[in-house]
């Protein structure tokens, strides 16, 4: 008999709801886009509620863009709290669900459940430190330190550092929040922004390139620096339309670490084992995680 | 009757071993020059011996200056590894010790035992994640994270990443592993390179401390956007001699940040409470820890 787990991807243009089981197999599937917060969580709802009704599911995993307020201790807890998004801000999403299921339910940010999800089934097997990187309309990091996401006063948001421009850069960079922070630099639309097309357009040695591998190359140093992932897997959107990308960060983030701390010979920065389930079963790896399901 | 614990804090010119109980008060102290290894640890032996013939003591800490080899899996667990400190490299410290008294023995860097020390008895009390950073010969930092030091493939090294430069800067930095990294700009070697004299003779206004300013609120704003310390605290001979500093790092750092994410209204970036004595009660913290004495 295996079990039913219910899990909810929000992101930022759609929502992902699935049932899965602890193998990771999906057994049902719809896809929501993410309009308006009311219409988008009653929409899921009634997914929820279709599945309910053909037999209880164990737990329930939401996986959410953010920023998002995972502080138990909080009375926004289980928040969307100071998105761009327009409507979102501060729109309540695990407290409402967690009222409507009699069920545990585990939430964390999208990335962190597909850092999960990649530690349970994918490239992180067996690694209780690991990094995601997902690089599309924005840059976000999930983070496995000692097990665990980090907490503190907020999930990881690595995507949002300042690292040192390229000499003679002046682009003022794409982050509505501080313009020429890693999202600024090498997201999508910051591509886009500065080579003045799509990227899906531009040849493998356009010069744009060299700013979005060197962005990310920096903040991988800085979270080997800080936090010693023993892998960082980059997904994402431009990321997988791009691959040759991987080689070109795993090569400027060596160059950057010099012979100070000793990387492991191979597979350091790699792409996900799961490919375009990383996201979704994202929220599954987190509720068998809050079960106490052990992942390794 | 109070426990008696055992603390080495080895650092790079001295090493001070102490005999302190669980409230963190120290009964016996002595301090060794940090010269070549077999003559320290032999000296560091003869003190412990001659507390262990007064009375057992319950546990062992020791923290060290590194980069130091922390996986217990590893064939060369309890090593300093790759030092820059001369005849140091590769250098067997725990499993010595340990072979030598049959306690518990807790290993791990000076920094992040400061890291325990300020979490047990000063700044950081009931702080599950907190950050320590000294900047003194170099710039290290001490991160706990979940209640626990991070580990993956090396403790945190942050004082080795990359910053954004200051407009116009064309100095190179004073780190030999990498030049213009947060040490390299901001220890006190890098300050009087760079000023040309000791930077304690240096006014308040000098411009150099734009650069140390600079390049220690960069690091934190990295510190904070990837593991997310509830508190920053700055010690080190650089910031002791010179707290205005203090402030400054965190108008900086709150600068960087933006609005993106909420840091606490005050005392997010602080001095140590317990001054110089974070470091030779770090090891001490560090055995309590690990004796399953709870600092919260």
Known sequence: MMRRIAGVELGGTKCIVVMADETGQITARETIPTLDPVGTVAAIEAVLDGWWQEGAFEALGIASFGPLDLDRASPSYGNITSTAKAGWRDTPLASRLAARYPVPVAFDTDVNGAAFAERRW?????LDDLAYVTVGTGVGVGLIVNGRTTRGIGHCEAGHMRVARLPGATWKGHCPFHGDC?????AGP???ACAGRDGATLSDEDPVWEQVVD???QMSQALVSIAGPRKILFGGGVIASRPVLIAR???QLRALIGDYLTL???DFVMA????????????IALALDLLGDTAT
């Open 272 to 283: 996900p084992g799961l490919g375009s389930l990383a996201g979704p079963l994202g929220p």
């Open 122 to 126: 994918g490239a992180g097997q067996g």
């Open 190 to 192: 910051a591509i886009a």
């Open 264 to 266: 492991p010979a191979e």
């Open 182 to 186: 890693v999202e600024g630099l090498a």
């Open 249 to 251: 960060i795993e090569a």
């Open 215 to 217: 962005a990310l190359a």
